[in-house]
């Protein structure tokens, strides 16, 4: 890793009185994605490991740092990354998804350039591809606050990230034949934490240290396919600070409910009696509770953690409940120095609702899951591509899917390429409708959203009565719990093609995500970048004359 300190010798280069902006720092990465051994339940399986890691290794960023990663794809299918959370601003070329990115083909390699710009907060990032989330490839992404913004806490002693997510033993090819085959995936044979169920070898050792009185910051984020989890310390509440890119009214928690692809940053002091404690994640609304434990230390420590683990709460009504204690925290300085409350999300006018309904039904005897009635299928041009060169209409239509689904639910399900068309800088309202009897997660790409109500029943528009139209907290992944409906406002700020999916990885899989194409009209870059020269091309769309690009 090498830091370009171009940054300084501009500064000195253009001088006091000038107006040129010295370049954020640069981070290069190299990564190699390969197969390897791994035993994250104690037993020998396949998984996928980069640089030899799993979980791969962190990134340590700070907001607006430029990050390049060149990844080399040494497996033997087609391969991306996505950075979940990561805004991309006018830069949907590095969101690495299907609908955005050719992928990676074996024995290639493709350089992500990306910049943290305007952010803080805990993300991490993972495959989009196949099923490969499910055998590794997956790790943290912190970007902390530049010097001079000030932070609601004090600095910790340290920062550790704690990746938890549900497991399971088969490798990810037999897992993608399983839902290939019509199937859902069955329980998991596990759950893990920074890739150990605390089961087998090396369970029994500690996975940080804490020193006597101090003050530790944790980032839990729930890399899982599927289950939703709870998170607890023994012996240590946890105070949250931080979640999802913003900084949140501190309360303080004994146990927090993680649903998949969300991260909460806690604070954690080193304040009991010296010895080991147990941190536990366990499956949330599972007939069969599964649980992993593993050890933090006390420097001074002697002495084995209780085998009294503490209890995690039960039902639905107690994870409504603490979804609703999160605030945003509106006097905190977020990445730029003013507050995050002084944009007044509340008092926008909204000028399209869009409301989404998930479905699973059979088609041809097989499990797809939908939206509004519409399976996803990702054609073998990315979309941003068609669009990029012109020829979207060869291979989508936009707005396949009403703004609002029919009162009786779709049996028949079509499924093809699902693509929403929402005007530039507009201020949308989306709700999302669970009928179903399982727990929902949702994330949008590029963008972060106020996530205004998350309740039981149906929503109708006098459920807007129940809106948090004040301190909402700004995130990019929301939960719907069984025969509920979660409400979220965002403005369309970002041109690019952005993916709206299930977090759940089967759903995704089987075509439950859509993607909102956000375009310029004055196709400029001062609202969006040009294909990257490095962008591989696939599809209909090699060979073809480049575009005209867009200029300032
Ligand atoms: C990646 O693999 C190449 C050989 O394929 C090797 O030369 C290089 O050192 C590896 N890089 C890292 C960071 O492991
Ligand atoms: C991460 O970056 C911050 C800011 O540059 C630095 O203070 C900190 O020591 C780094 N942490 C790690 C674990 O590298
Ligand atoms: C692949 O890696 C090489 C360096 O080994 C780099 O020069 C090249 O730009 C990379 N290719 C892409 C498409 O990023
Ligand atoms: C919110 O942030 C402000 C400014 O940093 C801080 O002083 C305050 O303690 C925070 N409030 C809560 C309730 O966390
Ligand atoms: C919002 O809508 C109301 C009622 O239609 C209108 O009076 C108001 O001017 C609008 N506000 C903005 C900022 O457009
Ligand atoms: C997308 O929406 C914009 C603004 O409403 C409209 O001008 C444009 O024609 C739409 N594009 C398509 C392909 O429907």
């Not at 890119?245 to 146990?255: D, I, L, P």
């Amino acid at each position: 890793m090498n830091t370009v300190t171009l940054a300084s010798l501009l500064c000195l280069l253009a001088g006091a009185a000038t107006v040129a902006r010295a370049e954020d720092p640069y981070f290069y990465f190299t990564w190699n994605v390969t197969y390897g051994t791994i035993s994250p339940l104690g037993v020998p399986q396949q998984g996928i490991l980069i640089n030899g890691q799993f979980p791969g290794p962190n990134i340590n960023s700070t907001s607006n740092n430029n990050i390049v990663v060149n990844v080399f794809n040494h497996l033997d299918e087609p391969f991306l990354l996505t950075w979940s959370g990561v805004q991309h601003r006018k830069n949907s070329w590095q969101d690495g998804t299907l609908g955005t990115n050719c992928p990676i083909l074996p024995g290639q390699n493709f350089t992500y350039h990306f910049q943290v710009k305007d952010q803080i907060g805990s993300y991490f990032y993972y495959p989009t591809t196949s099923t490969h989330r499910a055998a590794g490839g997956f790790g943290g992404l912190r970007v902390n606050s530049r010097l001079l913004i000030p932070v609601p806490y004090a600095d910790p002693e340290d920062d550790y990230t704690v990746l938890i997510g549900d497991w399971y033993s088969k490798t990810h090819k037999q897992l993608k034949t399983f839902l290939d085959s019509g199937r859902s995936l069955a329980r998991p044979d596990g759950v893990i934490i920074n890739g150990k169920s605390g089961k087998g070898p090396g369970g029994d050792e500690p996975v940080f240290t804490m020193k006597p009185g101090k003050t530790y910051k944790y980032r839990i984020c729930n890399v899982g396919l599927k289950n939703s989890l709870n998170f607890r310390i023994q012996g240590h509440p946890m105070k949250l600070v931080e979640m999802e890119g913003s900084h949140v009214v501190q309360n303080v928690y004994e146990s927090l409910d993680v649903h998949v692809g969300q991260c909460f940053s806690v604070l954690v002091t080193a304040d009991q009696e010296p010895r080991d404690y147990y941190m536990v994640a366990s499956t949330r609304f599972t007939k069969e509770v599964i649980t992993a434990t593993r050890i933090l230390r006390y420097t001074n420590g002697k002495g084995p953690a209780s085998t009294v683990l503490p209890k995690a709460p039960e039902g639905w009504a107690w994870s409504l409940n603490q979804f609703r204690s999160f605030r945003w925290n509106l006097t905190a300085s977020a990445a730029r120095p003013n507050p995050q409350g002084s944009y007044h999300y509340g008092q926008i006018n909204i000028t399209r609702t869009i409301k989404l309904v998930n479905s699973a039904s059979r088609v041809g005897g097989k499990l797809r899951y939908a939206i509004n009635g519409v399976s996803h299928v990702n054609p073998t041009t990315p979309l941003k591509l068609a669009e990029y060169f012109g020829t979207a209409d060869k291979f989508f239509k936009y707005d396949v899917i009403p703004d609002s689904p029919p009162e009786q639910e779709p049996k028949l399900v079509t499924s093809e390429p699902n693509v929403g068309n929402i005007t530039f800088r507009t201020f949308v309202e989306i709700i999302f409708e669970n009928h179903e009897k399982s727990i929902q997660s949702w994330h949008l790409d590029g963008y972060s959203f106020f996530a205004v109500a998350v309740e039981p029943g149906r929503w109708t528009p006098e459920k807007r009565k129940s809106y948090n139209l004040l301190d909402a907290v700004s995130r990019h992944t929301v939960q719907v719990f069984p025969k509920s409906w979660a409400a979220i406002m965002l403005t369309f700020d970002n041109a690019g093609m952005w993916n709206l999916r299930s977090e759940l990885l089967e759903r995704r899989y089987l075509g439950q995500e859509m993607y909102i194409s956000v375009l310029s009209p004055e196709r400029s870059l001062r609202d969006e970048y040009n294909l990257p020269d490095n962008a591989p091309l696939c599809g209909s769309v090699v060979g073809l004359p480049l575009p005209a690009p867009y200029t300032i």
